[in-house]
Each structure stands twice: as structure tokens, then as C-alpha cells.
């Protein structure tokens, strides 16, 4: 094995401890999922969006969004409502209590995310950003 494999599996057990972290409970809320978080924070965002949009931008099969959504309708934090013009086409929003709901959670992150990068100086943290940005975008384009 070469130094830069070596390097490459050191990084995978880093991913890996991070992704740990990460899957932890959050915080007040040992109830949410990652999966009905990415849902709430994408419309929180976004804005309400169909179910397709829901499943595309999370790259998930429609059944696997029609599930987060209804746990989280069930829960209150979201609701479906037909459009005026074309009552076939459904969307999702946030309910008022999913509204707060996802500005507590967001919160919360951004303190575990504060805590979990507090050993790095702003131009450590830009230099990260910069890496991980250009990772994610090479990812995104099929060159992982």
C-alpha cells in the first residue's frame, strides 16, 4: 500500500467517527431522524414543495419521502394541502408547531457543529469549508 492509500484509509476512519457523531441523538428531540430533519430543513428553505421535489432533492425513492412525510404529519410538524388551481397536485409545508420546531433544531446543530469544530481557527474552518465544498461538488458531478 502506497502513502497516499494509507492516507485515504486514515481519512475513511475519520468519515466514519464523524458520521457517528453525527447519527447521535439530537439533543432535546430523541424522536427526530436525520432523514425527517433533511425534510424539515429543505422546507424551511425551500419553501412548500411536492412530494417528487421532496424525493428528488433528498435522492430518495418517492415511497421512502411519502413515509419521513407522513411520520411528520403524523407528529404535526407538516402538512399537505392541495393547490387552488389543480387540486391533483399536492404539496408540503411546514405547520406553525414544524416552523418552530425546525429553528430549535437548527439551532442545535449549529451548537453540536460549533462544538464539534471548535478546535479550528476561522481560517481553519474556511480552508475545511473550501476542501469539503470541493469534494461535495466533484461528488455531485459523478467524480467521487
Known amino acids: 500500500m502506497n502513502d ?27 424522536t427526530m431522524t436525520f432523514g425527517q430533519y433533511a425534510v424539515l430543513r429543505l422546507l424551511s428553505l425551500q419553501g412548500p414543495l411536492t412530494m417528487g ?19 411528520l404529519i403524523h407528529a404535526g410538524i407538516v402538512q399537505r394541502t392541495r393547490s387552488e388551481q389543480d387540486r391533483r397536485v399536492v404539496s408540503v409545508d411546514l405547520s406553525p408547531l414544524g416552523r418552530e420546531k425546525i429553528l430549535n433544531l437548527r439551532a442545535e446543530r449549529r451548537r453540536f457543529i460549533r462544538n464539534l469544530l471548535n478546535t479550528l481557527d476561522d481560517s481553519e474552518l474556511q480552508a475545511l469549508h473550501g476542501l469539503l465544498e470541493r469534494v461535495a461538488a466533484a461528488a455531485e458531478q459523478g467524480n467521487p
Open 4 to 30: 497516499r492509500d494509507g492516507l485515504l484509509d486514515q481519512l475513511d476512519g475519520v468519515f466514519a467517527r464523524i458520521g457517528r457523531l453525527t447519527r447521535k441523538p439530537w439533543g432535546t428531540d430523541m
Open 53 to 71: 421535489t421532496i424525493a428528488g432533492e433528498l435522492e430518495i425513492t418517492m415511497a421512502g419521502a411519502t413515509g419521513l412525510v407522513d411520520r
